[in-house]
């Protein structure tokens, strides 16, 4: 089925034709068949329809991996309306600020997920725009669906076909040099076209089973996750909470064949000592990354559970996907780069002149083509400083392009680090860290972390008078932001070391934090 130039209610409809009785969604104790979600999507659509949502109106999903999930997103797209998906470890402040920026009128969530009350968190946050808040499985779920019945069938289903390829399906909030997160705005269309040449090149199929592990208010949960999914006519099998020993009993039981992960899941998986009491031979697809990948571990996952291991190369501007290995690619390749372009899309290497510098040289990676966003919502300026005038996306990432075409990510500018699959961005949380009474200046840098992989490092200058502990700002940091974006280790010092034009060096920070951890 081609998902070129469509919408995700036309593609929830395309599957019902194609697909009527096959699995499509199993999630615990429910579990549909395509036909039985286009009924669910056509329910959910007439509740948001009740709901008051309007074309290019916004509603925030703030929820684990769950089928509920699925159903309210895809309700609200039918309306007409984009999402805005939230990250499930933010905290009310970092919430709060999205839902506020992006004026979103309804809120999706949950009261019970990681010890967390939501709604809760929210209290005392000046939301505007918000008229209702929905908790998913609980009464308050069933009475927004129940409204669907005030909604004719014949108007929501107007109101799916009236979608375009042009309307924007999501605003997701991603977070860069400036400080607050910006919200990039993302149409259908792109969503479509990108991920129909995703689940081609990874070899993504009817009946297949795809458990996803990667949440789903990232790009690679939701578009290449459960839109995907959709698409090619394969099962969505939703995990909550990343955890090894139910993702062996899920792909046992389930039958799973495509799993997607960082390489430390299946570093993990191959090395579990109860591995043999599981089934895994149903497993056929892997798309891994975000972190480096030792060709051996490469080589093992083709011998011991897959057929096709595959990397790819992409951020959230530009639809969650720029480059792709294929699946013929040999291990060094797999392991060693990110790729090349996808179809119709362009990646160049350049210099600071905006020239592409020769093979090897490494230089920033730029992207043109129909995957780039549309922009970031209500942000001219910044838009403006990440697309050029001839339309290329400056990722800031640094990289070389071998002969074949393919990259390799060797650092970033823009300072972000990973932590255990998150990306943290340093301006972000030194702009959080600044709401702390006791720092007058902070920079942090990302320092290598055997279990995450990285976490933060915080370098504080402190207030004049004020003696603040690591333990302290460590806690007041957990209680006041995502927990991978907290900083792990403080250092104290008298000024921070800066540049002519006053920048933070932070390549020194990165070098005493080395120095201290050796």
């Known amino acids: 089925m081609s998902g070129v130039g469509t919408t995700t209610p036309a593609l929830v409809l395309a599957a019902a034709a194609q697909w009527p009785d096959a699995e ?279 011998a011991q559970l897959f057929e096709t291991v595959i990397t790819a190369y992409g951020l959230t501007e530009c639809t969650g996907v720029a480059t792709m290995c294929r699946a013929d690619d040999d291990a060094e390749i797999i392991a060693h780069t990110s790729g090349r372009a996808i179809p119709d899309v362009e990646v160049r290497v350049v210099d600071d002149a905006n020239v592409e510098v020769p093979r090897a040289e490494p230089g920033e990676i730029v992207v043109r083509g129909y995957n780039v966003m549309r922009g970031y919502f209500d942000d001219p300026e910044q838009t403006a400083e990440a697309i050029d005038a001839d339309g290329w996306l400056h990722t800031g990432d640094i990289g070389t392009m071998d002969d074949g075409g393919n990259i390799v990510i060797t650092d970033r500018k823009k300072d972000m680090f990973i932590v255990g699959g998150f990306n943290a961005y340093p301006a972000e949380i030194e702009s959080m860290l600044l709401g702390h009474d006791a720092i007058a200046q902070v920079a942090v840098v990302g320092i290598p972390d055997e279990r995450m992989g990285e976490v933060g490092m915080a370098f504080v200058v402190p207030k004049v008078g004020a003696a603040p502990t690591e333990d302290e700002i460590v806690a007041w940091s957990r209680e006041h932001m995502a927990n991978y974006k907290a900083p792990r280790r403080v250092a104290f010092v008298d000024a921070l070391p800066l540049n002519a034009s006053g920048k933070v060096l932070k390549h020194e920070l990165r070098a005493r934090a080395l120095k201290e951890l050796s």
């Open 24 to 302: 499509a969604l199993v999630d615990g104790d429910l579990r549909l068949s395509f036909g039985d979600l286009r009924d669910a999507v056509l329910q959910s659509t007439r509740a948001a329809i009740a709901a008051g949502l309007q074309p290019g109106d916004r509603a925030a999903v703030w929820a684990p991996n769950m089928g509920e999930w699925v159903i309210a997103a895809l309700g609200v797209h039918g309306a007409g309306a984009a999402i805005v998906p939230l990250n499930t470890r933010f905290k009310g402040e970092e919430a709060g600020y999205v839902l506020g920026k992006s004026g979103a009128k309804v809120l999706f969530t949950v009261q019970d997920f990681l010890g967390f009350d939501y709604p809760a968190m929210l209290d005392g946050v000046d939301l505007p725009a918000l008229e209702r808040t929905v908790v998913l499985r609980s009464p308050s779920w069933e009475t927004y669906l129940d409204a669907a019945e005030s909604v004719a069938v014949e108007e929501a289903e107007a109101r799916m076909a009236a979608v375009t390829p042009d309307d924007t399906s999501d605003l997701i909030f991603t977070s860069g040099t400036t400080g607050r997160p910006k919200g990039v705005m993302t149409t259908h269309g792109q969503t479509t076209r990108a991920f129909e040449a995703w689940s081609g090149i990874l070899g993504l199929r009817a009946g297949d089973r795809y458990l996803i592990v990667n949440p789903f208010f990232h790009t690679f949960g939701y578009k290449a996750g459960f839109v995907a999914a959709i698409m090619r006519g394969a099962t969505i099998v939703p995990l909550p909470v990343f955890d090894v020993p139910a993702v062996l009993d899920l792909v046992s039981r389930e039958k799973i064949t495509m799993l997607p992960g960082p390489p430390t899941l299946f570093q993990t998986i191959l090395n579990h000592p109860d591995r043999g009491q599981y089934d895994l031979s149903s497993l056929r697809l892997c798309a891994t990354g975000a972190a480096v990948i030792p060709v051996e571990l490469v080589r093992q996952m083709r």
